[in-house]
Structures are given as structure tokens and as C-alpha cells.
């Protein structure tokens, strides 16, 4: 069973429909970022969906502020998507960590074999300059080959209503992350797309 992680939340109104359209997990950008997060908003979010969703903050830096952040929010994952080392995943805590890869060709697999503390990986696609949000697919064979490192893998990268069923058909992925294709501007979603993006998920999750 493909999950599905609704990135870019920034504010209440959103959060609370994505949960109640099927939405597993919440993502809050802690980067610079159109997406950008408040932290009292994000704390205030948590409070109302209570245990509804997973919760992960998203960030690309390596700093004390990452870990309270995590802490003062009560956020279920960090997503570290700066190549952040080893020792600072080790420091949050395996079960905390998801890390996030941008794919580009077979050899971003070898990058990402070097992250062993995670409990998940996330692939995003690789653009110059952009850490995440970029709105593109990359070769999903790619993913395909990244789960055979052994861990659960959320597929990212240009994910939408439209191909969010053959993503889930194709990849079997542990879930499915969208960002920019299920939004109205950045920062805000367009929940008609949400729900379609979730009952698309849900359809390719009970094929026959």
C-alpha cells in the first residue's frame, strides 16, 4: 500500500484538508523557500491533526536549530536534503530521519548508498541550483534500482494527479510526495487536485 506525504504546507486551512482528502503525511519546508513554513503555525497544525498524519519537517542546513526545531514542533521526521553528514542523522536519530536524494542518473544511487542512518529515502529530481520543489520526473528505473539498497523509498519529483497511478503502478514506492503539482501557487494547494491525487493513489493501490 502506496502512502501518500503532501509537501508545502503552510498554513492551517490546507493541512486540515489534505488529512481529512487521505493525506498520510504532512511536509513543512524549514529552508528558503516560497513553501516556508512558520514554526508557531506549524505547532499549531500539529495540535489540531493530533496523530491524523505524520508530520516531517524539510531542511537543508546542519545546525542545532534543525534539532529544536524538531523538538519544539513534535515533528514525526526531519527530511534532510543538504547532504547533511552522517554523524548529524546519528545525532536526530534513525527513526527520525528521511533522506532526501536528487536523482540524476545511476551514479546519485551510489550518493545515496553512503546515507545508512534513515528510515526512509526520498528521490527527488536533480536540477542545478534547486535542492527540491522542482517539479520534474526523473527515470523511475532509478527508483526501482534505489529500493534494492534496502530501505522503504518515498518517490518524488514532478508528481500529480495525471501520473501520481502509473508512478505508483510502475515503482511501487512506500509513498508518494507532492509538492508543486497539486498547488494553486506556492504555499497554497488546490484541493480539488489533493483529492484527486489521493483517490488516484488509493485506485492504482487496488487494482486487481
Not at 85 to 114: P, Y
Not at 160 to 185: L, R, T, Y
Request: charged share 25%; proline share 3%; aromatic share 8%.
Amino acid at each position: 500500500m502506496t502512502l501518500v506525504k503532501i509537501c508545502g504546507i503552510t498554513n492551517i486551512e490546507d493541512a486540515i484538508e489534505c488529512v481529512r482528502a487521505g493525506a498520510n503525511m504532512l511536509g513543512f519546508v524549514f529552508a528558503d523557500s516560497p513553501r516556508r513554513a512558520d514554526i508557531q503555525t506549524v505547532k499549531h497544525i500539529i495540535r489540531i491533526i493530533g496523530g491524523d498524519a505524520k508530520t516531517v519537517g524539510v531542511f537543508t542546513e546542519e545546525s542545532e536549530d534543525v534539532i529544536s526545531v524538531m523538538n519544539d514542533c513534535e515533528l514525526t521526521y526531519a527530511q534532510l536534503h543538504g547532504g547533511q553528514s552522517e554523524e548529524f542523522a546519528q545525532t536526530l536519530g534513525q527513526h527520525r530521519v528521511i533522506r532526501a536524494v536528487r536523482i540524476k542518473n545511476e551514479w546519485s544511487l551510489e550518493n545515496l548508498a553512503q546515507f545508512k542512518c534513515a528510515s526512509y529515502y526520498l528521490l527527488d529530481t536533480y536540477k542545478p541550483g534547486i535542492p527540491g520543489g522542482t517539479g520534474e520526473t526523473f527515470d523511475w528505473t532509478l527508483a526501482l534500482r534505489a529500493k534494492e539498497l534496502g530501505k522503504p523509498v518515498i518517490l518524488s519529483g514532478g508528481l500529480g494527479p495525471a501520473n501520481v497511478a502509473e508512478a505508483v503502478d510502475v515503482v511501487q514506492p512506500f509513498a508518494v510526495d507532492a509538492a508543486s503539482g497539486i498547488e494553486m501557487e506556492p504555499g497554497k494547494k488546490d484541493i480539488g487536485k489533493v483529492k484527486e491525487f489521493v483517490a488516484n493513489v488509493y485506485k492504482a493501490n487496488h487494482r486487481t
